[in-house]
């Protein structure tokens, strides 16, 4: 009796490593790093995208958390309710055409169609390219040669940034 006990113990065991190990290859089998074959633009330890002469939101790198802390023109972007800094993982800058509407300030944004700009991750600043066929369909990022960007696990903030306007990377 003790023999069976033990070996159906040890078929659930392995039965339920096993399909541990295949969920893991399943949900991460999509994830990717940048790859050797990639060459950044630059190792950045901070990024500047100034929108006006009120306006720059910067970031900079902490390698030891691995993530980009927000700041707004100069100070820490800090959440209201729990006083920290606001920090991201990825941030892709996506470069737009856009216009004055009014006297007011307000901004047209052409999201839609094609432009350059940049995916921001692990201390790496890569050029890539945005397309976007309609205002309801997804924006599709790609390397400059083609490849497919696929974002680094972690939180994602998507800068829109005017045409005109060039990215300081430090």
């Not at 006990?5 to 940048?34: A, D, E, P, Q």
């Not at 950045?44 to 902490?62: A, F, R, W």
Request: proline share 4%; net charge negative; charged share 20%.
């Amino acid at each position: 009796n003790n023999l069976f006990t033990c070996s159906v113990g040890f078929i659930v065991n392995f039965f339920i490593l096993s399909i541990s190990f295949s969920i893991f290859l399943f949900l991460f089998k999509n994830f990717s790093y940048l790859s050797s074959d990639i060459n950044p633009t630059s190792w950045p330890n901070s990024v500047s995208l100034k929108y006006s002469n009120y306006q720059t939101v910067s970031y900079t790198y902490d390698s030891e958390n691995k993530y980009y802390l927000r700041s707004m023109n100069g100070k820490p972007h800090t959440d209201k309710s729990t006083d920290q800094q606001l920090h991201y993982k990825n941030i892709i800058v996506e470069q737009v055409f856009n216009k004055l509407l009014d006297n007011d300030g307000r901004q047209d944004l052409e999201t839609e169609g094609n432009g350059s700009g940049y995916y921001i991750t692990n201390g790496y600043a890569l050029p890539i390219k945005w397309e976007k066929d309609t205002r309801t369909s997804k924006t599709k990022y790609t390397y400059e040669d083609g490849t497919e960007v696929k974002v680094n696990d972690g939180n994602t903030f998507i800068q829109i940034l005017p045409a005109t306007q060039t990215p300081e990377i430090n």
